[in-house]
């Protein structure tokens, strides 16, 4: 079993929790994640691990409530457990001396841009850090993105905090400058568009891919994603992806696939 010891609440619908979890703690690397089942009936959700303490054995997560299983792991209390936590899952992100980097986060995505952008500046990368949201009260984590950023640029769709606009629009004024890699995780749409941007300037770009995940050990098929016309399994061959070869559309599109499974359970 694994304790959940501390949750917080970080906007509206997103929720941070502190588990137990020594053994994942011990081995986790930026941009891997876990597959959570809260209990004998409950669906597996993959989750990226926000963040992880060896001593203590703890791990943190921070997901936003979209479906039926995240508001019931978002019901779970202080000291209550979790059934299982499977991880950690997939391939760690490439963590190198690149240069320049701009990490771009789109909503919740923050969270799971934080431990990429922490390693990459102890890589002695400059850190150029673009955080977005709808409006101000949905932006999280800004002060824990601007300590591992070099630059901290936040962008609001209704201005009301930051720029005004789409992460897009501030990347789109940055990449005047010499950028030798461009990391994105946030909602579909959104790395599309940052990889339709970064294309043109010729910057390598890479795409952390969250779809629908059941085992989380390659078996299912569930995760398949395209990538430069090859099939490509999320969870044992990502997450991480070069933006400019994913196909976005049958992403977008697979990711639709369990809408109707979603409604039915959510109405329950
Ligand atoms: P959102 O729709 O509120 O978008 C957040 C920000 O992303 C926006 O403020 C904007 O700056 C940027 N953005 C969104 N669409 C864009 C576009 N077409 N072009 C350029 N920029 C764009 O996001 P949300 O409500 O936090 O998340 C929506 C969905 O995305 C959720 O279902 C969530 O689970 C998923 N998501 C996936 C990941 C991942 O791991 N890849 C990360 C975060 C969110
Ligand atoms: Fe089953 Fe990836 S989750 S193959």
Redesign the pocket.
């Known amino acids: 079993m694994f304790n959940v010891i501390k949750k917080e609440i970080l906007n509206q619908s997103v929720k941070r929790m502190v588990i137990t979890a020594p053994d994942i703690a011990n081995k986790v690397l930026p941009g891997q994640f876990v597959v959570i089942r809260i209990n004998e009936e409950g669906e597996r959700i993959p989750l ?1 691990v926000a963040s992880c303490n060896k001593k203590k054995g703890i791990i943190s997560i921070i997901f ?1 409530e ?1 479906g039926f299983t995240t508001r019931k792991l978002g019901r779970l209390k202080e000291g209550d457990a979790i059934l299982d936590i499977l991880g950690p899952l997939g391939h760690a992100a490439e963590i190198k001396k690149y240069g320049k980097v701009v990490c771009v986060a ?4 923050v969270a ?1 841009v934080i431990p990429v952008a922490d390693a990459l500046q102890r890589a002695h990368n400059k850190v150029i850090g673009i955080i ?3 409006t101000k009260e ?1 932006i999280i984590l800004e002060k824990e993105m601007r300590l591992f950023s070099d630059e901290l640029y936040i ?3 209704d201005g009301s905090y930051g720029q005004e606009g ?3 629009d501030v990347l789109r004024s940055i990449l005047e400058q010499k950028i030798d890699l461009v990391y994105a ?10 990889a339709n941007l970064t294309r043109d300037y010729k910057i390598k770009t890479i ?4 779809p629908v995940m059941v085992d989380g050990t390659g078996m299912c098929g569930s995760c398949r994603v395209s990538v430069g016309g090859e099939t490509k399994f999320c969870c044992v061959d990502g ?1 991480d992806f070069d933006g400019h070869s994913v196909d976005f559309r049958e992403l977008a599109e697979r990711l639709k696939l369990f809408n109707n499974q979603e409604s039915e359970m959510s109405a329950r």
């Open positions: 990226t936003q979209v789109g909503g919740v995505g799971e977005g949201a709808r949905l962008a609001t769709n789409l992460v897009t995780i946030g909602p579909v749409p959104m790395m599309e568009a940052v795409v952390s891919l969250n997450p």
